[in-house]
């Protein structure tokens, strides 16, 4: 049985004492959440206060991207190296705002996947579609052409302990969400594409979270869905008062 994995993408928010703060919280709220793993991806500067903060506790760290080159001279990026001196277990890739914002590709995000897991680091990989394709009736075809992009050449090993991160762009940061049936349909969409490019074994294993505007009133929901193993949470990840109940809507919807 899968197990659910909430996590909490700060984005470029908090400071060294608020993230310090908000991962003290969330570490001895999530101290009761049997069964569920709780990760949280402050910004890189305050990578190593959070491992502080959240040392002892089941709650595990994460980034929210790499570098897929080996450490050298990239001003500006940080090597997977760097992640896993600062105590990162996870990484997030090829989030939508990194897609769009600054460009980078399938191809790009394909060189992290590999490069992150050649290091042995959890790799969450994102996808979704924009509104336009959706209501173009694209959304299948557009998640299709980046998973194949994203993960051409995983394969082996490097394929567990993937984690999938539905993100439909529509609902992220607007209030929106996708419906639990819209989400349903996407994760189960993802999971027979998994098992056509794997096998229905290693598709059965992969965790794929739902993100895109999830809260306290909508997260048990879309947790209760068949295909829907956890949840990557952007704003409401930014206060342990709106974090810890998705977090324990992950320990009710257990076993559904
Ligand atoms: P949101 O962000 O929860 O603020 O919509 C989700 C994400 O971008 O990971």
Request: glycine fraction near 10%; aromatic fraction near 4%.
């Amino acid at each position: 049985m899968r197990q659910f994995l909430v996590a909490g993408n700060w984005k470029m928010n908090t400071q060294r004492a608020t993230a310090v703060a908000l991962a003290t919280d969330v570490a001895r709220g999530a101290a009761s959440a049997t069964g569920v793993e709780v990760l949280v991806c402050p910004p890189f500067p305050y990578l190593e206060a959070v491992a502080g903060a959240i040392r002892g506790s089941s709650v595990r760290l994460g980034a929210q991207n790499a570098s897929a080159e080996k450490p050298g001279a990239y001003t500006g990026e940080t090597a997977i190296e760097m992640l896993i001196d600062c105590g990162c277990a996870s990484v997030i890739l090829g989030h939508s705002e990194r897609r769009t914002l600054y460009g980078e590709t399938d191809a790009l995000v394909n060189r992290k996947v590999k490069a992150v897991r050649t290091q042995g680091l959890q790799a969450i990989l994102c996808v979704g579609e924009q509104l336009a394709d959706r209501e173009a009736e694209r959304t299948e075809q557009i998640l299709d052409g980046q998973m194949t992009g994203s993960l051409e050449g995983v394969d082996g090993d490097a394929v567990a302990d993937l984690v999938i991160a539905y993100e439909p762009v529509w609902a992220i940061g607007t209030g929106k969400t996708a419906s639990p049936e819209q989400a349903q349909a996407a994760h189960a969409h993802l999971r027979k594409w998994l098992a056509g490019r794997y096998n229905p074994a290693v598709a059965d294993g992969i965790r794929i979270l739902y993100g895109g505007s999830v809260k306290a009133d909508n997260a048990l929901t879309l947790l209760q869905q068949p295909d829907i193993d956890g949840a990557l949470v952007g704003g409401a990840s930014l206060s342990a008062a709106n974090f810890l109940p998705i977090v324990e809507a992950g320990v009710q919807a257990q076993g559904k």
